[in-house]
């Protein structure tokens, strides 16, 4: 019988998307987290009478055949990258994202990560870092002689100065996007990673045709629902619940099939 299997692969499988719902849950304030969705997958069928096959020497054939399946599992993770709700700061230093795109930031060890938590600060050279210390790319250096910060809806950092009656530009914020944005990797403190599913990034200045723009004062937050979330967790629950009401129900027929006498 291979009820027991069958029902234990579904058990894993909705093991698994419990974890996937409870990552999304735990990110709702996260800023620009995205929700994931968790997409199954049936396995391999076995082939007891195959479909098409000939049934007779006349040449007729079987129209359906008797194919049984062995389980399911979870074939990917799919991030869904909507837009979350932009929140107000109403300070000049966070910066969101209005549409498609992300910020670009230096890592550590030299590469690029990618993100659209736009919770930006300055450091002790005047550049804008996120929460971490890793720079914003490209560059920008803040005066500390200026009095006003202005980054416009094309990302332009404009500066003001006493005794100025036009602005200075310190430079232009660039983003990134990508032809497979769910190809991206996740490296965790709200960054991605290229990868070769994802292609190369596309950089651009806001605004630009298929880029999104920058809103000054504004942070982008989750895009998890709570509710939609609580609704899949149920039906996970139940899932797994059912699997393993098979598994019992496979243990009882084989208990009865050991008492025949």
Known sequence: MQALNIAATGMLAQQTNVEVISNNISNMTTTGFKRHRAEFQDLLYQDLRRVGSNSSDAGTIVPSGIQLGVGTRIASTYRISEQGSLVLTDNPFDIAINGEGFFQIQLPDGDTGYTRDGSFQLNNAGQLVNSEGFQLLPGVVIDQAATGITINQNGQVLLKFDGQTT???????????????????????????????????ITANPGANGFGTISQGFVESSNVDAVHEITDLITAQR???LNSKVIETADQMMAAVNNVR
Request: hydrophobic share 40%; aromatic share 6%; charged share 20%.
């Open 167 to 201: 602005e200075t530009v310190a430079g232009t914020i660039q983003i990134a996007t990508f032809q497979n944005k769910a190809g991206l990797e996740h490296i965790g403190r709200n960054l991605l990673k290229v990868t070769e599913a994802s292609g190369a990034a």
């Open 239 to 241: 899932g797994y619940e």
